[in-house]
């Protein structure tokens, strides 16, 4: 670590140029599915050595817009998949759209080095650049309706640092991070400085107890995975083969509680779907069946899930909350549809109006928050809940995210917002990876990518309210803003005494 911190040093700007490039791309494949976790201290390392060479606010700003774009780009390289589905018309974007979001989601890094650079002054630089990235990742989840993707918390999901999770939520682990890796910037310069933090980290995360057991209760769930490709699941000679599938799948034998579709599983709208609901009811026999559907009231299109009881009427309705921007809408989309702009995944109009917020619902397992597809991402929606669930409950079409990365860093995101909540989570999804969660965040049975099929599991039982799902991310967020202000003093002592 110290030879390659030396390294770091020299060449100059050039050598600093390549070197967030180059630690950026590396940073982004501790994530799914890779999960490198080794390259986390020794890019986070570089990343720090290099903060301090940084002369002046704008070379901080080009430093910290490199390293994220670089990151970001590798990260969320499967953007590119959506493009694909009618490639002859959209391909051609898919380029333009890996890059304009990382650089775009870039700018919050390089804010947080820009203001690192400009108000950090010798070792304090390191505490200063801390609070701020961390301040950007704040930004990035919750500004622009958010994007928290590619969060550093999702580094750790089969680590023991993942269990501090609900204690201090992805926020917090993510500072946590910074706090034991940046400061091996120093290691070469100061090395007791250096390692402190981390072990200080570590005896943190030691004292964290490992997990236990689940208790099981004695509900049984039928998840039901269809693997319909996206670019043949609205397609009129093909589409009701699915369909089909998914109800020979729900009439297999078995006593089970509750089944479950996953998102728009059936390709007619809500309102011109009686006959085939009533099918699919009959198909379930006397078993309540949960399912995706899209919908139209009042002029509006929404992107829902129903319970359907027997002889097929819906009795629960859920509408998605948070849409995906550009996927599922397009802002001021009446306008762009003129010129032909739509929503990827929409396939009404301009795009699907959004429902009016995290919802607790009565299913036959117990109360029931859903997350349609993209609203797992966000653990603050999660915790606006009204009531605390018994289980959280997932549904999506994660062939949007084609088969390289986006699926297996969707299921990360869904076992942290159990984690984080205490609580089960059922998740389906249209080509996989379907699973049951424990509390713990751990995979109790699942469907792999890509495969037809189903699975009859136990539902287990939640847990008490945690840390986190009580208090949110306002403590991490005012240590931030602590930090912040504290690492800014020190940088201006130590520059009133040099």
């Not at 993707?149 to 023991?160: E, K, L, N, S, V």
Request: aromatic fraction near 10%.
């Amino acid at each position: 670590m110290a030879k390659a911190l030396r390294l770091a040093d020299r060449g100059g700007a050039a050598a600093r140029l390549i070197g967030a490039c180059t630690s950026g791309a590396a940073l982004a494949l501790a994530l799914a599915p890779f999960h490198f976790i080794w390259l986390v201290p020794l890019c986070l390392g570089l990343i720090g050595r290099q903060a301090l060479s940084l002369e002046g606010w704008k070379q901080g700003a080009f430093y910290g817009w490199l390293l994220g774009t670089s990151y970001f780009a590798v990260a969320m390289v499967w953007i590119y998949e959506p493009f694909q589905i009618d490639a002859e018309r959209y391909a051609w974007m898919a380029p333009f759209a890996v890059v304009g979001l990382a650089a775009g989601l870039a700018l919050f890094w390089a804010a947080a080095f820009a203001a690192a650079t400009k108000w950090g002054r010798g070792a304090a630089r390191i505490l200063v650049l801390i609070a701020t990235l961390s301040l950007a990742e704040f930004g990035r989840a919750y500004l622009l309706t958010g994007l928290p993707w590619a969060a550093f918390a999702q580094f750790w999901i089969d680590t023991p640092v993942a269990q501090m999770l609900p204690l201090i939520g992805p926020q917090g682990v993510a500072v946590l991070t910074l706090i034991a890796f940046l400061p091996l910037g120093l290691l070469s310069l100061r090395p007791v400085l250096a390692v402190l933090p981390l072990a200080a980290t570590a005896l943190c995360v030691a004292l964290v107890p490992s997990p236990p057991a689940v208790e099981m209760t004695d509900k049984i769930i039928r998840l039901v995975q269809p693997n319909a490709p996206q670019d043949e699941k609205w397609h009129p000679d093909l589409r009701w083969s699915f369909v089909q599938r998914q109800v020979e799948y729900t009439s297999a034998p078995g006593d089970v509680d509750l089944i479950v579709w996953p998102e728009t599983a059936v390709p007619l709208m809500l309102h011109y779907a009686e006959d085939v609901l009533t099918q699919i009811s009959a198909a379930a026999g006397q078993t309540p069946l949960f399912l995706g559907i899209q919908r139209r009231e009042a002029g509006q299109y929404f992107n829902s899930a129903i319970l359907l009881e027997e002889g097929g009427a819906p009795s629960q309705i859920y509408d998605k909350a948070h849409l995906v921007p550009f996927g599922e809408y397009v802002p001021a989309g009446n306008l762009m549809a003129r010129f032909g702009i739509h929503g990827f995944a929409s396939q009404a109009g301009a795009g699907y109006a959004a429902g009016p917020g995290p919802q607790v619902i009565d299913l036959p397992i117990g109360k029931a928050l859903p997350l349609i597809c993209y609203e797992a991402v966000f653990p603050q929606d999660v915790n606006a809940a009204p009531e605390r669930a018994d289980v959280l409950i997932q549904i999506t079409n994660d062939a949007w995210f084609g088969t390289y990365s986006g699926p297996f860093q969707h299921l990360v995101q869904a076992r942290m917002r159990a984690l984080e909540q205490g609580l089960p989570m059922v998740r389906v999804a249209n080509t996989g990876i379907s699973a049951m969660i424990d509390p713990y965040g751990r995979i109790v049975d699942s469907l792999p990518l890509g495969v037809a099929g189903y699975i009859d599991v136990a539902l287990p039982a939640p847990l008490a309210p945690t840390l986190y799902a009580r208090t949110g991310d306002i403590w991490v967020f005012i240590f931030c803003i602590v930090l912040c202000v504290g690492g800014m003093a020190f940088s201006q002592s130590i520059a009133r005494r040099s």
